[in-house]
């Protein structure tokens, strides 16, 4: 942690000293206006320090995934909403809140960090801050984590990328921008949530040579990681403009940036399971300890985005950008499966492949119900106070009920793995599970 805590310092001197001239390269379009470049310049500036903060967040919450608990990590993002939120409610003015929002999130950065300290201290780990010290072990841990690091931010670094080209289209980062939240809550519920549980128990199986517990794990992960990315990716791609439309479209945001926001949001949503898939994979490497092969696959899947997203850019707009987001995201887990295949470290089983084509069966239906669900809702609308959101509300419900039922009907998943799924692993006398995982990652 102490070596965490002062290189992020280090950077984030380094990049507030630097931000006038990094912002040319963060978002090159606004050089051509000088107040926005400016205030992006200061905003910026101030927000940086939450970096060191997310940087003991993450080792902290690294130390209680290894101790089995997950509830304090997952809980800490929250508190990033809710003091963005306080802080903004109260402002009228747009420079006010824009300042506002950027201070709430290094106070919101140190309030997730002191969560996560209390929750290590509470599971009995002892964790100090002390004078950094380059030993052997931290020198391993470095060789092993900027590699991992790159792998793991793929989709983030493409999604930086698609930023900086959007931001030479007037109004093209903010349809990104909205259009990323969507797209952010199945990968940051599901992909990350799923990645994070399904390490320590496929680390465990790994070292102790146990080649079916690694299968049955990956089998595992992969089919519920798609069982709840799938549809999510199923209401993206079927109703894009109907969530946009009713979530965004108000005040300065006018129907035209709905529609242009639907539109890469439909790509995004292409590239959902791709996006979900890459945190489960990147976990079969990890385990073994490798860290280098994913960075590969990563940095190609970047070049892919940066060569097809200027190419894109110029024939589609701003939905070219998302479009080679997602189609970077399925390149990269094209290659991860090919070497994991090719190592013999991982291969889907029949059942899990046939699972999988279930579940891609009742995602394809439940994706044409909300299609439909989008084109009429011209005709419900009216019966629900004529108010879009009431409606979006509705036809959502409807698709989030439909959903386990046609998964059932098709044999996709059985109340006895639903079960199996929540049950809890057995406990030592000093409250620690008996493995590093539950018998099921979720």
């Not at 959903?403 to 799924?421: H, V, W």
Request: hydrophobic share 55%; net charge positive; aromatic share 8%.
């Amino acid at each position: 942690m102490a070596t965490l805590a002062a290189a992020t310092i280090v950077i984030t001197v380094a990049a507030q000293l630097s931000m006038p001239w990094l912002m040319y390269l963060i978002n090159p379009g606004y050089a051509h206006d000088p107040a926005k470049f400016k205030l992006a310049v200061t905003l910026t500036q101030i927000a940086m320090p939450y970096l060191p903060c997310m940087a003991i967040y993450a080792h902290l919450s690294g130390v209680l995934q290894a101790r089995g608990r997950f509830i304090v990590s997952a809980f800490a993002p929250t508190l990033l909403n809710l003091v963005m939120l306080a802080a903004v409610w109260p402002q009228a003015d747009a420079i006010k809140a824009a300042y506002a929002a950027s201070f709430a999130v290094i106070v919101a950065g140190v309030l997730q960090a002191g969560l996560l300290w209390w929750g290590v201290r509470k599971s009995g780990a002892r964790v100090d801050m002390r004078l950094p010290r380059l030993t052997p072990e931290i020198k391993k841990l470095i060789a092993l984590a900027i590699p991992g690091a790159v792998a793991a931010s793929a989709t983030q670094i493409n999604i930086f990328i698609s930023g900086n080209l959007a931001s030479l289209t007037p109004g093209g980062r903010s349809w990104l921008a909205v259009a990323d939240r969507l797209y952010q809550l199945p990968l940051g519920l599901v992909g990350v949530a799923i990645g994070v549980a399904l390490l320590p128990r496929l680390s465990t199986t790994v070292q102790s040579g146990d080649h079916d517990g690694a299968q049955d794990a990956m089998d595992e992960a992969m089919a519920l990681s798609l069982a709840f990315a799938l549809p999510a990716a199923a209401a993206l791609v079927a109703m894009p403009y109907f969530l946009i439309d009713a979530l965004f479209t108000r005040g300065q945001f006018l129907p035209v940036d709905a529609r242009h926001t639907a539109d890469a949001l439909f790509w995004y949503g292409l590239g959902t399971p791709a996006f979900v898939l890459g945190r489960i994979l990147n976990q079969a490497f990890f385990a073994r300890q490798d860290t280098r092969s994913p960075m590969r696959y990563a940095l190609l899947s970047v070049a892919v985005n940066i060569v097809a997203g200027v190419g894109l850019f110029f024939v589609m707009g701003v939905a070219g950008i998302a479009a080679a987001t997602a189609l970077a995201a399925w390149i990269n887990i094209a290659q991860m499966l090919r070497a994991l295949l090719a190592r013999g470290h991982y291969r889907p089983s029949p059942a899990a492949v046939a699972r999988l084509g279930r579940i891609i069966a009742a995602s394809v239906i439940l994706g044409v119900i909300l299609y439909a669900a989008s084109e009429t809702r011209r005709l419900y609308e009216p019966f629900l106070l004529h108010r879009k959101e009431i409606a979006m509300v509705v036809a959502v419900g409807i698709g989030g009920l439909i959903y386990p039922f046609l998964l059932f009907g098709l044999r996709a998943i059985t109340l006895t793995e639903i079960k199996t799924a929540l049950r809890r692993a057995p406990r030592r006398g000093n409250g620690e599970t008996t493995g590093a995982m539950p018998d099921n990652p979720l």
